[in-house]
Each structure stands twice: as structure tokens, then as C-alpha cells.
């Protein structure tokens, strides 16, 4: 299996994708969030719930494909190597120097009088201590260690040829993830967390991490080979109608409330779709970056290599704009779109001027050396 660069576009399309987001939720409404504007907007909160509804899950999916093949082809060593340097050392300077930024802005907004050392002396504390945006890659770190304890031969059992391949494989990756997930939501609730890690969040995820490393052994969903449009299309309108339910179910049925108080039925289909929308976007953008992402030019190596970096610093330049803007009486679009332009532009200008050029910050920031 040669380089899949539609892949690799696709999973620098999903970080990017969190920048929008990340400036849309600010004005979005049905949507809580740290820092926002009291001017919102309809459309956005269903901009917002579109893209929670299939980005991250879509990020693991491909994440799990990639170490599978990183393992396969470079081995244990070669892979584990490669988690520490490009996901715990991002993971450490983010968590040290990034994720306190968006609490002190909030604890800012109720104590304006509050100072940055008091506040970091309580924030970094097991009581207080949360991982903001970088819950992502504390999580991928996670999955990362649990897959390299898990024995290959598992998911290289003659029993999956048993399994025949297209839908049926599909099925059972859905099915896996949703029995994953209810299971486990039986016992636990969206917001219980431990050390920062939202517990029923990390397991929903690492289902889809685990199917990612299916995909490859498989050859399944990632790498389809049969992609019509009709099929495309029809993929597309299915995944359009599950997110309309689904957003509806967001908000009806909180999984924050424990399971023992809600009609499990419906928690049961909501869970279902919350794994289901996930499947049918990335297989429907697939298809689409197979098209039109499928070849390897100067601007896709360049933001597959920026993506992470740029995901990691826009964030606190996001909230700090965020904590301006909030006053202004500008109109909800023109806010939104100023804070998106004003968001990539610094975040690719720090890329682009700082942290690929200067080398203990490649380093810290996951890049390799140059």
C-alpha cells in the first residue's frame, strides 16, 4: 500500500476544520462554550453541531489507520518513538503553556481583578487542572500506548476473512462502536472525568481509533475502491438526514444525564447516531478527497506538516479575540468572519515566521528536523 495522500489531506482538513469551529461556536447558539458573543446565530449552531458531529471521530479513525500502517511497515520501536516525539512533546508544552489560557480568560470574565500567578497556582492543581484543546492529543497519546499493548495477531485473525468484505465489514465496525459506546454509557455519564480526560468522550473516541486500525487490516471504508457518484451521493444524503436528527437528539437528551433517568430507548438511538453520522461523513469526504485531494503538491505537504502546530497555538488567539470582540457592536457575520481571517492569519503567521524555522520550537511542536 503506496502513500495514501488524500489521507493525509484529509486528517490536515480535520484539525483545520477545528479553527472555523472554534470561531463559528463563539456565535453559535443552542452552544455553551467559554468565551461568547451575546449576539448568536441559528445557522451557526448548526454549522457547529455538523462539524462536532463527525470531525474528531473522523480525526481517530484515520489516526488508528495510520499506526497500524506505522506499525506494520516501521515496527514497534520506529512507532513508539514516533507517539513520544510528535504527540507527548506537543502534548506537554500544550497542556504547560496553551490549555491555561482559555480558564484564566473565563476566571477573567467573573474576577476581573484576578492576576496570572494566583491563577496558575490553582489551576495546576488534580482539583482544577483541564486540558482545554489539547484534550485531543492527550487522548491520542492514550490510544496510541493502549494499541501498542494490544497483541497484532488480534487484528490480523483469520477469523475476520470469515467476514465478507464491503457492507458487511461496515456493519460490524458500526455495531462495534456502538455496543462499545452504550455499554459503557450504561455506567458512565458525558461529564465524568478523571485527571481531565472525559471518561465516555475518551471511549466513544478510541472506538473509532480502533476502527481506523480495522480499516487497514480490513482494506475497509478508508481505502474504498468502488466509489460511484450515485453511491457518493446517496451517502451524502443519508448523512445530511442523521445529522438533522441527530442535532435535535443533542439537545433533547443530554448524555451528561446519568442513563438511570432517561428512556433508554432513545438514549439508545441517540448513541447510535452519535457513532452512525461519523461512519457516513468520512465516508462521503473520502470519496471526495480521493477526487479532488488525491495528489501530492507544494500547498498539501505544507499543511499537512503546519496542521498540527496551527491547531495548537489558534486556539488562545481565538479566545483572547474572542474576549475583545465580545463588546463591540459589530453584527454576529461580520464578527465571526473577522475572527476566522484574523485566527488563521496570526496562527500561520506564528507557523510560518517562528515555529518552523526555529528548531527546539519544530521540536516542540512535533515537527520533524529539518
Not at 489531506?9 to 477545528?18: C, Q, W
Not at 455553551?32 to 471521530?57: G, T
Not at 458487511?168 to 455499554?183: A, G, K, N, P, Q
Request: glycine share 4%; aromatic share 22%; charged share 15%.
Amino acid at each position: 500500500m503506496g502513500r495514501l495522500v488524500y489521507l493525509d489531506n484529509l486528517r490536515s482538513f480535520a484539525l483545520l476544520l477545528g479553527i472555523v469551529f472554534h470561531a463559528a461556536i463563539v456565535y453559535a447558539s443552542d452552544i455553551k462554550y467559554a468565551i461568547q458573543d451575546q449576539n448568536r446565530s441559528e445557522v451557526l449552531s448548526y454549522f457547529c453541531y455538523w462539524i462536532h458531529s463527525y470531525r474528531m471521530p473522523m480525526f481517530y479513525m484515520i489516526s488508528g489507520f495510520f499506526s497500524a500502517m506505522v506499525w506494520e511497515k516501521k515496527g514497534r520501536n520506529f512507532y513508539l518513538e514516533a507517539r513520544f516525539k510528535r504527540v507527548l512533546v506537543p502534548t506537554i508544552l500544550g497542556l504547560i503553556f496553551l490549555a491555561p489560557i482559555q480558564y484564566y480568560l473565563t476566571e477573567r470574565m467573573r474576577t476581573p481583578q484576578m492576576e496570572l500567578l494566583p491563577f496558575l497556582k490553582f489551576f495546576f492543581t488534580k482539583e482544577n487542572f483541564q486540558h482545554s484543546h489539547i484534550w485531543f492529543l492527550v487522548d491520542l497519546f492514550c490510544f496510541s500506548i493502549l494499541y501498542s499493548l494490544v497483541p497484532k495477531s488480534f487484528f490480523r485473525s483469520k477469523l475476520w476473512d470469515r467476514i465478507p468484505h464491503g457492507l458487511s465489514r461496515y456493519l460490524i465496525l458500526v455495531s462495534f462502536c456502538f455496543l462499545f459506546v452504550f455499554l459503557s454509557h450504561t455506567q458512565i455519564s458525558k461529564g465524568e472525568s478523571y485527571y481531565g480526560i472525559f471518561k465516555l468522550t475518551f471511549i466513544f473516541q478510541f472506538s473509532f481509533f480502533i476502527s481506523g486500525v480495522f480499516c487497514y487490516h480490513w482494506k475497509n471504508i478508508l481505502t474504498p475502491n468502488d466509489s460511484s457518484r450515485i453511491k457518493t451521493l446517496a451517502v451524502f444524503v443519508w448523512a445530511i438526514f442523521i445529522y438533522l436528527v441527530f442535532k435535535d437528539m443533542e439537545i433533547e437528551d443530554p448524555l451528561w444525564i446519568y442513563f438511570q433517568y432517561v428512556n433508554v430507548w432513545v438514549r439508545a438511538l441517540h448513541i447510535f447516531l452519535w457513532v452512525l453520522s461519523p461512519f457516513l461523513w468520512t465516508s462521503f469526504l473520502i470519496s471526495v478527497f480521493q477526487y479532488l485531494g488525491n495528489k501530492e503538491g507544494k500547498l498539501g505537504s505544507y499543511l499537512i506538516e503546519a496542521s498540527l502546530p496551527i491547531y495548537l497555538v489558534h486556539h488562545p488567539i481565538s479566545l483572547v479575540y474572542a474576549f475583545w470582540v465580545r463588546d463591540l457592536e459589530w453584527g454576529v457575520w461580520v464578527k465571526f468572519i473577522s475572527h476566522t481571517l484574523v485566527v488563521l492569519g496570526l496562527s500561520f503567521f506564528l507557523y510560518e515566521f517562528l515555529i518552523r524555522k526555529i528548531k527546539p520550537l519544530r521540536f516542540l511542536f512535533g515537527l520533524k528536523s529539518t
